[in-house]
């Protein structure tokens, strides 16, 4: 590990406590730097968009300050092509209902079965409602990767959309999305990545994989319940939101309706602050490269992001061993310990001596924290066989978890098993 465990835990009030937080795919526990963000909204400039006066003034400046750190965060062109809103589910009914605007009767929209159904649910019912067609792309039960062979078929078939995640919140696949979407650009479509799961583990370059769409959520990766979408902004320009009359008629305010979660968009900025801490910190050793590409604050961000990566490889490999080493257990996606760096640290796993919700909550009431059953990863659930059965076990890791809590949670699910 490259970085101070003690000092991490510190920056996280939550943790100042005996359990351990493996829940985080379902939501991280929030930063310090977020909070004070959000503390300082309220009792400094708590006030409605575009006033004549000064907290309203301080208000939308701080919101400008939070949607250009996010440009930074995902390497966005411009703050315009951010759009915040409640969730990443929320704003991507959202967008589906736009996009579907300019589709027409008989199109296809390619959905995969390693995704949230966060990202397919909006799309089966925008697909149901406009007389779309539905390609879904399989993913190998073996390994938990994504059917590429299947993926270029149905790439071949021109279709208008691919909605694609950058990894999986069940399994912890990560998708090589660089080379799908080129691909689809290939083939004529627009591409909607979610980066839910991917967000708190590695950096992201929306121009560099050259996606059209895609979409975070704060709360994963350290912030308050606030959804981050990026959108390339002649096609935000383009779309036509669905909106009050008197609303901004540009991007990114047109997507953005009804009065603004302002205190969250502050605690994103937080969030973002705390990424440029672990940069300008721990992050070194990686500035030779990155320097290359990027600079100022985007440099920055980054560094913090790589600083993760490479102190999760250690927490990863922890996990993937122990886990491949308990009896009675089965460990589900990638288990190949040289392919490392095509997971984030997220393991679904089942036992054979009880069912995943008596597991969970066993582990619960010894202080560890993880969840069980499908994970919204309805798809996955039901390719695998588990769906009837109440589903998989997962655990997940971030930076602050420490190796005496991997250790702790490896023991517990030994004695089960």
């Known amino acids: 590990m490259i970085i101070n465990i003690d000092k991490i835990r510190s920056m996280f009030p939550a943790l100042d406590r005996p359990e351990a937080f493996l829940d985080n795919p379902g939501g991280t526990q929030i930063v310090r730097t977020s ?25 939308d400046a701080l919101v400008d300050e939070a949607r250009l750190a996010a440009a930074d965060f995902l390497n966005a062109r411009s703050p315009d092509e951010i759009i915040f809103g409640a969730n990443m589910t929320t704003l991507t009914f959202s967008m ?73 919140n069940a399994l912890g696949t990560i998708n090589p999305v660089k080379q799908i979407i080129q691909g689809a650009h290939a083939a004529g479509a627009l591409v909607y990545v979610d980066a839910v799961q991917f967000a708190p583990h590695g950096l992201i370059d929306v121009q560099d994989i050259d996606c059209d769409f895609l979409v975070c959520s704060a709360y994963k990766f350290f912030g308050p319940h606030m ?16 909106k009050v009359r008197p ?37 070194d050793p990686f500035k030779a490269d990155l320097s290359k590409r990027y600079s100022g604050r985007r440099l920055t961000l980054k ?11 250690t927490i990863s490999l922890a ?19 040289s392919r490392l760096g095509e997971r984030v640290p997220t393991y679904s ?17 010894q202080g560890i924290f993880l969840w ?46």
């Open 303 to 313: 560094l913090g992001m790589e600083v993760i990566r490479k102190d999760e490889e």
């Open 227 to 242: 959804g981050v979408l990026y959108g390339r902004q002649e096609l935000l320009e383009k779309l036509e939101a669905y």
């Open 349 to 365: 796993f089942t036992l054979d001596s009880m069912s995943p919700a008596s597991a969970a909550e066993k582990l619960g009431k």
């Open 96 to 168: 589906s209902r736009a996009i579907g605007r300019i589709l027409k009767a008989g199109d296809t929209i390619v959905l995969t079965r390693l995704d949230h159904d966060a990202n397919i649910s909006p799309w089966l019912m925008l697909a149901e409602d406009r007389g779309l067609n539905v390609r879904f792309v399989d993913f190998n039960p073996e390994d938990g990767t994504l059917n590429l062979k299947e993926m270029q078929a149905a790439l071949a078939d021109k279709p208008a959309l691919l909605a694609v995640g950058y990894s999986s």
């Open 247 to 283: 609303a901004p008629v540009h991007a990114p305010g047109k997507f953005e309706t009804g009065t603004g979660n302002f205190e969250h968009m502050a605690g994103v900025l937080g969030a973002l602050e705390y990424f440029e801490w672990l940069g300008n910190t721990y992050g």
């Open 35 to 59: 909070l004070e963000r959000i503390n300082g909204y309220y009792m400094k400039c708590n006030a409605n968009h575009g006033g004549s006066f000064i907290t309203s003034q301080l208000s």
């Open 372 to 417: 069980n059953g499908n994970f919204y990863a309805l798809e996955i659930s039901r390719r695998l066989g588990l769906e009837d059965k109440g589903g998989l076990i997962r655990v997940g890791a971030a930076h602050y978890n420490s190796m005496e809590e991997i250790n702790r949670f490896l023991t517990a699910v030994a004695d089960l098993a």
């Open 319 to 337: 996990l993937l061993k122990g886990l491949k080493n308990i009896n009675r257990l089965t460990l589900y996606g990638l288990k190949d310990e």
